[in-house]
């Protein structure tokens, strides 16, 4: 009998550790890449030779664990690396799923902390001199400087028609974490053109590659254009209203009367000081010992209000106070009637666009390469544990066993040393501080999004201004309602209709949209300090 339950158990073993070892290869076929920088980075990635480009990039521990991460080691200055993959990934089927950390050991005033996934060499780059012009497929990640705090999703694609690759920007993408901890940013694409942007595993966008409302440009061009050979005729009238062409000035129109004149009832207040100065010199002002006349010139004291003034009604010179003058009428013009030429505001004619195509799914570019090309006021920014994956479950994996142990380390000190620190934010503050940057994560926000991130990064340095912050956060979302619930796009009034050959098409345009960031060279300008002219009054 202990033999039969032997052979039994034994043969659940070994099916236990089958499954097992089909469970790892299946994981394994669906991580396409991975890069945990346990070891040292050179030999595997290829620093550009670029001059520009002389950031240096140390192997380094995160700060606080024994894990190791790619480490931006110098302040102000730009960095290039990139990594070639050992099998291109086609991100035309199925889900692809591309994942990363980074943290921001220093903060992230102004810089970028994103990746490029590069199109195959065959387009035109090599890894030595990889630069910002190198072709990339998608670039995803966080950028943080002035105005901008976002984490970017930009997608480049080409137009079948006109053989242009343009790059299209997700629209209001979710904004940067604004403290010093590992983070993991993920982003899903799906095969019914659906993407999703994580950030720590939490969901902070939903979009569609080939929705209007998603994209800036959107991926399917507008169907009809502009006819750019199409010009405004030269008697076309845009004046709605014009001045009345019967109007005559009126005869007792004076043009020149002033608009003030001198009150001539007024008087002299009784007691008034003629003799006295509005101001004085300082009695009690005493010259400085290091004062040299031949250098600063002949000392005199500063001036005081005269104290005799405050005591009577004035002193000085009196004059009369002015008044409106009641026969000032100013510049007369003819009032304003309708306008019986006015044709509308004038635009081209709407023609077939000639790079108009229809879309299933995007037409994305492979994968060859994983390169990371940023410019940084900031050092600190730790790149770690690269992933692309053909399932979300392998990246949730990932994220549980090598970003939340970190995470969970960090957030424990960060809460210790806010609890010690008495000018940080506590308890309440920080709860509402956390709400607020989840609002302003919200799409209706739109172009203000900005406005409310600058009001939160001012507050979190001075606490005592969040009742006033929350105070404006609330008037910007109030009058963005009120925009949404009476506002309305303004009507344009029709072409004409005087030439009804001519149809109004609604207007649209193209065009190629900026990069993430734009990169400036810093200027160290060399300021020779003058000495020091005291003036007179300088005491």
């Excluded at 207040?269 to 004085?280: A, C, F, K, Q, T």
Aim: aromatic fraction near 8%.
């Amino acid at each position: 009998m202990e033999e039969r339950s032997r052979r039994m158990w034994t043969r659940y073993a070994l099916l236990l550790l089958a499954g097992c070892f089909v469970s790892q290869l299946y994981a394994s076929s669906d991580v396409k890449f991975y890069e945990s920088f346990d070891e040292a980075f050179d030999g595997r990635w290829i620093v550009s030779e670029k001059e520009e480009y002389n950031g240096v990039w140390k192997h380094a521990k995160s700060e606080g664990h024994d894990d190791h991460g790619l480490l931006v080691s110098e302040k102000a200055r730009k960095y290039a690396i990139v990594k070639e993959l050992d099998d291109v990934v086609d991100l035309k089927d199925g889900t692809v799923v591309l994942q990363y950390e980074v943290r921001l050991q220093d903060g992230l005033e102004c810089g970028g902390a994103y990746l490029k996934y590069l199109r195959p060499q065959e387009a035109g780059w090599i890894p030595k001199e990889f630069n910002n012009e190198s072709p990339y497929t998608i670039m995803f990640g966080p950028d943080r400087c002035g105005a901008t705090n976002k984490v970017h999703f930009i997608l480049k694609h080409k137009n079948p028609k006109s053989g242009e690759y343009i790059e299209h920007h997700l629209k209001f993408p979710p904004s940067v974490p604004s403290d010093k901890l590992t983070h993991v940013y993920t982003a899903v694409l799906k095969p019914d053109n659906e993407l999703l942007i994580l950030i720590d595993g939490e969901e902070k966008k939903k979009a569609s590659f080939l929705s209007e409302d998603d994209f800036e440009p959107s991926l399917i061009p507008a169907q009809t254009i502009p006819d750019p050979e199409d010009k405004k005729p030269e008697d076309w009238d845009e004046r709605e209203k014009i001045p009345d062409p019967d109007a005559k000035k009126p005869d007792d129109w004076d043009e020149d009367a002033p608009m003030e004149i001198e009150d001539e009832e007024a008087e002299k207040p009784e007691g008034w000081l003629d003799d006295e100065p509005e101001e004085i010199d300082d009695p009690e002002a005493t010259k400085p010992e290091d004062w040299v006349d031949e250098e600063d010139g002949e000392w005199e004291a500063p001036k005081i209000d005269n104290p005799k003034c405050a005591e009577g009604p004035g002193c000085g010179e009196w004059r009369r106070p002015m008044k409106r003058n009641p026969a000032y009428k100013g510049k007369w013009h003819a009032p304003l009637i309708d306008n019986p030429n006015y044709k509308g505001i004038w635009k081209p004619r709407d023609i077939p666009n000639p790079n108009y195509f229809e879309l299933d799914r995007p037409n994305f570019e492979p994968i060859a390469a994983i390169g990371i090309e940023i410019w940084t006021m900031q050092d600190g920014i730790l790149f770690d544990n690269i992933l692309i994956a053909s399932d979300e479950k392998v990246a949730e994996s990932y994220r549980k066993t090598a970003w939340k142990p970190k995470f969970d380390v960090e957030k424990e000190k960060q809460k210790a040393e806010e609890a010690t620190t008495s000018g940080g934010l506590k308890g309440f503050q920080k709860m509402v501080f956390d709400l607020l940057y989840k609002v302003a994560d919200i799409p209706l926000l739109g172009e203000h999004k900005s406005k409310v991130l600058d009001l939160l990064e001012k507050a979190e340095t001075q606490p005592n201004l969040t009742v006033g912050v929350v105070i404006s956060i609330i008037v910007i979302i109030f009058t963005v309602l009120l925009k949404l619930t009476f506002g309305g796009k303004k009507q344009q009034p029709a072409r004409a209709t005087e030439e009804p050959k001519r149809s109004d098409g609604a207007e649209a345009s193209t065009s190629n949209s900026q990069g993430a960031t734009e990169e400036k060279d810093e200027q160290n300008e060399d300021a020779t300090a003058a000495p020091r002219r005291r003036t007179r009054r300088d005491n």
